[in-house]
């Protein structure tokens, strides 16, 4: 049998696994013998459906429950703005919060990032040619009022960023960049 190189999931099979997912083509076309289910077994691909769900994380399964949301290729969570890009932002962040420091973008509306890890919100708005960012610190009582409307307290630093990565690479460090006041 010539030898094929095998990714991270058909690692995590084993050597048995690896052989079975390789194969596993071919197991199905001639596994089954009713017509009706060979059909099935010939137009579903099981190579790529398991693909899919050994590279799924509990990230994943968590912004399957946010209505209107999806992890994009990059890993950043994708939300509808709805009536406010800010506000759908802060709930996504909020119930993501079992995952610090994700990146939730709320798209549809003026486009908004955002990262949240328990301790500090990062909020980071385009305007203009520029991005416009806003750091909250010591949040004790958590994010989740700030989602159903109840105004935020003025932010602990605001500072301009070319893209929203340096933004949140300036709050990581803590030296922002151009402060605004």
Known sequence: MPTTTVSAPAAFLGECGADWLRE???WCRFGVTERRERLLFEQTDFTA???WVLGRTALHDAVDRLDGAHVDGDGVVCVEAGRSSRHSLIAALDTLRDFPDVHVVAEGG???HGWWNGR???VVTRSGPV???ELWKGLLT???VFARGMPLRP???RWTAPMPEEAFA???TGSPGALLR
Do not use: K, M, V
């Open 24 to 26: 596993a083509r071919s």
């Open 49 to 51: 459906e398991l693909w």
């Open 110 to 112: 003026p486009e908004t």
């Open 120 to 122: 500090r919100l990062l």
């Open 131 to 133: 991005w416009r960012a």
């Open 142 to 144: 958590g994010i989740a």
């Open 155 to 157: 932010a602990d630093q």
């Open 170 to 172: 300036h709050a990581e």
